[in-house]
């Protein structure tokens, strides 16, 4: 078993920045692919970003976004940490979500499914 645990969400005006944390227990947290998704008020839950696990490779530390925050949004993780995290900035209204941290073992890349998932913490984005 894997527990997550967001922290950093709150409210922030537009075009300023935020940066969420996921700590991690439980498990090795660098065997695992960490990624995070938000919800917004009546949508679905939609992928954000994703950060390879780490092995010693080249690939360590490949990253995958969605376009809508592409060049936005970093994600990056600190092993010795056991922390995920998620720099945000250059934020809009429509940024608006709960937003969730989640893991899944090394395996497929980008990963297609997350087996973990914290509580999720809220991004306010006024206008």
């Known amino acids: 078993q894997v527990q997550l645990v967001e922290s950093g969400g709150g409210l922030v005006q537009a075009g300023g920045s935020l940066r969420l944390s996921c700590a991690a227990s439980?498990?090795?947290?660098?065997?695992?692919?960490m990624g995070w998704y938000r919800q917004a008020p009546g949508k679905e839950r939609e992928f954000v970003a994703a950060i390879r696990w780490s092995d010693g490779r080249w690939s360590d530390g490949w990253t995958y976004y969605a376009d809508s925050v592409k060049g936005r949004f970093t994600i990056s993780r600190d092993n010795a940490k056991n922390t995920a995290y998620l720099q945000m900035n250059s934020l809009k209204p429509e940024d608006t979500a709960v937003y969730y941290c989640?893991?899944?073992?090394?395996?497929?890349?980008?990963?297609?499914?997350?087996?973990?998932w914290g509580q999720g913490t809220q991004v306010t984005v006024s206008s």
């Open positions: 439980g498990r090795t947290f660098s065997n695992y692919a």
């Open positions: 989640a893991a899944v073992p090394y395996g497929t890349w980008p990963p297609t499914r997350y087996d973990y």
